[in-house]
């Protein structure tokens, strides 16, 4: 199998055991450094992740319906609206579900996807039939930017759920990023498809990834059908990460409706997965070409996130924001065994 570029180096460290009668203990510690994503990594010895479910009544008292942008009240007053030329009704709708130009953008077309009128949705109740207008409005309007022909190349969804992960409102949303240039981490991953083509021959990265890791039977999780789905060797978050590569998609525009329902039943059973370990909060991304590109294949990820209790201390630290390498005491294989279970129910 070709090397795809996942390096490890086991490092020692000692100290004396106040739990333990102060007798000299050895920690394991494994760096490890994806050379697909540039992630660096220190997986830990220990596991960390919530003990007892947050109390979820402390984000929605800060966060009461009357005073939600997206709630039906305030919605029509306080949303952006597109300019006629994108669409004449001002924004993309589907049942409840509605795509809204970003008040406060990211990107020069960045654009907000609220899944329904409903404020609250429990990461249980995340199902396929919830999270599908949503995805719908979003593909709708992929598809309208394809049709007006302004040259833009890639795209993504992204969802930053509950606070803990960056959301600032408790009423779930996506947003979307159209542009004529790839965001700094999905020119990485091109970049890394590119460099791995030339070197072996024009062989696929992904394909051959894939296959590796299923091979290894470590962190492949399992197929659904078009998607693979893997626990990240580095991963970017400290209750680790989850990969879903569409096989030979190399554009937004192959995906089928088919190819969503798919994305969204296996969505639903990492959230349940989620749900069960006591997690509230998660950010996601899917990563795409808007016109083929024979080196990306379609995919995106998922990352679970928390707050560390008693204090609320984020999961996020110096090492993340100022060294650029993750601190993460789950270990990806053990994931790939819990999440398995879930992709069998």
């Known amino acids: 199998m070709k090397y795809v570029g996942f390096k490890k180096e086991i490092t020692t460290g000692r100290y004396l055991n106040p739990f333990g009668g102060f007798e000299e203990k050895e920690v394991t510690i494994e760096l490890r450094t994806d050379e697909i994503t540039g992630v660096a990594c220190r997986i830990l010895p220990y596991r960390v992740r919530p003990a007892q479910k947050p109390d979820l009544n402390f984000y929605l008292d800060k966060s009461p319906e009357s005073l939600c ?36 953008p990211y990107d020069q077309n960045n654009s907000v996807a609220i899944l329904s009128s409903r404020h609250f949705i429990p990461l249980d109740e995340l199902t396929p039939q919830t999270m599908q207008p949503g995805f719908d409005v979003c593909r709708d309007y992929f598809h309208r930017v394809a049709e007006m022909n302004l040259g833009y190349k890639y795209c993504s969804i992204n969802w930053n759920y509950m606070p803990p992960a ?24 091109l970049a890394s498809a590119q460099s791995y083509a030339a070197a072996e021959n024009g062989e696929s990265l992904w394909h051959n990834l894939i ?21 990240s060797f580095a991963p970017k978050g400290m209750a680790g990460e989850i990969d879903f590569i569409f096989q030979e998609k190399t554009s937004f525009f192959d995906l089928t409706e088919a190819n969503f329902t798919e994305l969204l039943a296996g969505l639903a059973k990492v959230f349940s997965y989620l749900y069960a370990n006591n997690f509230i909060s998660f950010n996601m991304a899917l990563y795409a070409p808007m016109i083929n590109n024979r080196y990306f294949w379609v995919q995106g990820k998922i990352v679970p996130r928390f707050v560390i209790n008693p204090l609320g201390t984020s999961d996020l630290n110096y090492f993340e924001k100022l060294h650029n390498e993750i601190i993460c005491p789950t270990v990806p294989e053990e994931l790939c065994r819990e999440l398995q279970l879930y992709f069998q129910q």
Request: proline fraction near 7%; glycine fraction near 8%.
């Open 69 to 104: 942008p997206f709630c039906s009240t305030l919605f029509e007053k306080t949303t952006p609206k597109f300019t006629a030329d994108i669409i004449p009704e001002g924004k993309f709708r589907r049942g409840e579900a509605c795509l809204f130009p970003n008040a406060f």
């Open 211 to 231: 296959a590796l890791e299923k091979d290894a039977k470590e962190r492949f999780i399992t197929s659904t059908g078009v998607i693979s789905w893997l626990t």
């Open 166 to 189: 960056g959301g600032g409102l408790i009423h779930p949303h996506l947003q979307t990023i159209v542009g004529h240039k790839p965001t700094n981490f999905m020119h990485r991953l």
